[in-house]
């Protein structure tokens, strides 16, 4: 296997080409390439062909390297590789040679941009490492992923906004809750002039609900089913809502802040 590496540029897209006799590309890594917290945070994405770029990665002062893992077999179409940001990114990696078996993912929908690369587990990495892995499918052209922990995430819009929700960060969404079993809505902010603002990851809201907008971008819309384990039990017990009962909740993302 030999190395491969790439320091990515803001504004400097890198075009990669297939090379036939080193065989398929691995992206291991991808780390700041300086360590400048003030500069904010940067993701990286990927382009083949004239097909919609991919997210790879986000990296912010908190998350400073990325753990990849990504194949790519492009042998007609050139990969872009490009920094969303202002800090410059090194890609690093190396090439397979031959008779390597993978998984290709599949078409999400007419919205998806996953077809791009083949992929060697189901790690989404922008579930920021909280989940190991994770069932995935599609259901009426939607991406539908199934977590280790029962948690449901149905992506039902998505968005090429480049601002995207991370443990950490402050974000602002609009949202409803029901009960899964009788469909009785107990909590919506849709109505009102208000939107819920809070920090992910701090224990604001239920875990379902911190986990299922981990890693959604601003203009998303996502429904979430969410296990009694990850709802309204022990310090989040509500009157209204059976300790174990489950709970589909629909949520806006409507803006993002470090």
Same mark, same amino acid.
């Given at each position: 296997?030999?190395?491969?590496?790439?320091?990515?540029?803001?504004?400097?897209?890198?075009?990669?080409?297939?090379?036939?006799?080193?065989?398929?590309?691995?992206?291991?890594?991808?780390?700041?390439?300086?360590?400048?917290?003030?500069?904010?945070?940067?993701?990286?994405?990927?382009? %083949?062909?004239?097909?919609?770029?991919?997210?790879?990665?986000?990296?912010?002062?908190?998350?400073?390297?990325?753990? #990849?893992?990504?194949?790519?077999?492009? $042998?007609?179409?050139?990969?872009?590789?490009?920094?969303?940001?202002? &800090?410059? %990114? !090194?890609?690093?990696?190396?090439?397979?040679?031959?008779?390597?078996?993978?998984?290709?993912?599949?078409?999400?929908?007419?919205?998806?941009? +996953?077809? %791009?690369?083949?992929?060697?587990?189901?790690?989404?990495?922008?579930?920021?490492?909280?989940?190991?892995?994770?069932?995935?499918?599609?259901?009426?052209?939607?991406?539908? &992923?199934?977590?280790? +922990?029962?948690?449901?995430?149905?992506?039902?819009?998505?968005? $090429?906004?480049?601002?995207?929700?991370? !443990?950490?960060?402050?974000?602002?969404?609009?949202?409803?809750?029901?009960?899964?079993?009788?469909?009785?809505?107990?909590?919506?902010?849709?109505?009102?002039?208000? $939107?819920?603002?809070?920090?992910?990851?701090? @224990?604001? #809201?239920? $875990?379902?609900?911190?986990?299922?907008?981990?890693?959604?971008?601003?203009?998303?819309?996502?429904?979430?089913?969410?296990?009694?384990?990850?709802?309204?039990? @022990?310090?989040?017990?509500?009157?209204? %809502?059976? =300790?174990? =009962?489950?709970?589909?909740?629909?949520?806006?993302?409507?803006?993002?802040?470090?």
């Amino acid at each position: 296997m030999a190395f491969w590496g790439v320091k990515l540029e803001p504004g400097k897209p890198y075009t990669h080409g297939y090379n036939s006799s080193l065989g398929r590309l691995r992206i291991s890594q991808a780390t700041f390439g300086d360590f400048n917290s003030s500069k904010g945070h940067v993701f990286v994405q990927c382009k %083949v062909g004239n097909r919609s770029p991919v997210s790879l990665c986000l990296l912010h002062a908190n998350n400073v390297s990325c753990t #990849l893992d990504i194949e790519f077999e492009e $042998k007609e179409d050139d990969v872009v590789f490009e920094v969303i940001g202002s &800090r410059s %990114v !090194h890609l690093t990696g190396f090439y397979l040679g031959h008779n390597v078996v993978t998984r290709k993912v599949g078409n999400y929908g007419s919205g998806s941009t +996953s077809q %791009v690369a083949e992929v060697k587990n189901e790690v989404n990495v922008f579930e920021m490492g909280r989940e190991s892995g994770y069932k995935d499918t599609v259901v009426n052209g939607r991406r539908v &992923r199934t977590m280790a +922990s029962g948690l449901v995430i149905e992506d039902i819009e998505t968005s $090429k906004n480049c601002q995207i929700a991370y !443990h950490g960060c402050e974000v602002c969404i609009r949202y409803f809750a029901q009960i899964k079993s009788t469909g009785y809505v107990f909590e919506s902010n849709y109505a009102t002039p208000w $939107k819920n603002c809070f920090r992910l990851g701090k @224990g604001g #809201l239920i $875990k379902g609900l911190e986990e299922g907008i981990n890693g959604m971008h601003v203009g998303d819309r996502r429904r979430l089913t969410v296990p009694p384990s990850m709802g309204y039990c @022990g310090s989040k017990a509500r009157s209204d %809502v059976r =300790a174990d =009962a489950w709970i589909v909740c629909e949520v806006d993302l409507e803006g993002v802040k470090d």
